[in-house]
C-alpha cells in the first residue's frame, strides 16, 4: 500500500502484478529472493523496501509532498523508523498472537505506548506537517491502520483522539482509495498488462 500511494503521489506509471503471498510466482522469486511484496522492477535494478521504493518515486517526482523543513525531516526519520522497527514489531505480535506464541495485551500495550508518544509529537491539520500530506503519513499510517482494525472498539476508545482523526483523514481520503483497489492475481498466462495508477 505505501508503494502504491508513492507511485500514485508522484504520478509515475508501472505495470502491476497482484501476487498470492501463498502462492509465490517463481518470475517474483527470481527478482527478489526474499520474498516480501513490493517488489519494483526497474530496467537496471530492484526494490524491494517499501521505504526505498518510497525514496525512489520522490527522486522522480514529490510536487504532491510536503516539502518538510530541517526539523520536520529529522521528526519524519524517526518516527518513520520507530513505526517501521519498534510499532511493526509489537503490531505483528498483536494481530498474529498465536502465530508468534504471544502475549496479545503485552502486545497492544506496547502499540498504546507508541501510539500515545505520537500523540504526544503531532498537530495534524489535516495531514501530519499541514495541508499536504507527507512521507511521514504515508508510510505510518498505513501500520496504525492495522492496529485499529486488530481491534476496531479498543482503538476508537484510547485517549490518543489526535491520530483517530488523522487516520479517519487518511482512511477517507482519495489517494486511500486509488491505492486500496483490488486488482486481479497476475499469472505468466496473463494475457493483459495491468497498468497502475
Ligand atoms: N520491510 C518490508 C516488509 C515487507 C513485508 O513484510 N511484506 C509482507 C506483506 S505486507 C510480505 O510480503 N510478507 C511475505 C509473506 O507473507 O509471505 C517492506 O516494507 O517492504
Redesign the pocket.
Known amino acids: 500500500m505505501?508503494?502504491r500511494m508513492a507511485l500514485i503521489l508522484s504520478s509515475t506509471r508501472c505495470e502491476l502484478r497482484e501476487v498470492l503471498?501463498?502462492n509465490?510466482p517463481d518470475e517474483m522469486l527470481r527478482i527478489s529472493a526474499k520474498?516480501?511484496?513490493?517488489i519494483l522492477h526497474l530496467p537496471d535494478k530492484v526494490i524491494?523496501?517499501?521505504?526505498?521504493?518510497i525514496a525512489w518515486a520522490m527522486e522522480i517526482n514529490s510536487k504532491k509532498v510536503h516539502p518538510c523543513s530541517e526539523a520536520e525531516q529529522i521528526q519524519s526519520n524517526y518516527l518513520i523508523q520507530l513505526f517501521?522497527s519498534k510499532f511493526?514489531h509489537h503490531l505483528d505480535r498483536y494481530k498474529y498472537s498465536s502465530r508468534f506464541g504471544a502475549d496479545t495485551a503485552k502486545h497492544q500495550h506496547e502499540c498504546k505506548l507508541l501510539l500515545e508518544k505520537l500523540e504526544e509529537s503531532i498537530d495534524p491539520n489535516p495531514w501530519i506537517f499541514g495541508k499536504m500530506i507527507s512521507l511521514l503519513d504515508i508510510s505510518i499510517l498505513p501500520f496504525i491502520r492495522q492496529c485499529k482494525i486488530a481491534n476496531p472498539a479498543w482503538f476508537l476508545s484510547q485517549d490518543f483522539k489526535k491520530i483517530i482523526h488523522l487516520l479517519e483523514q487518511f482512511e477517507t481520503s482519495e489517494l486511500f482509495e486509488l491505492a486500496m483497489q483490488k486488482f486481479e492475481t497476475w499469472s505468466p498466462n496473463s494475457k493483459n498488462k495491468l497498468i497502475f495508477p
Not at 524491494?48 to 521504493?53: A, F, P
Request: hydrophobic fraction near 30%.
Open positions: 505505501r508503494a503471498l501463498k509465490k520474498g516480501t511484496v513490493p524491494d523496501e517499501s521505504l526505498d521504493i517501521d511493526k
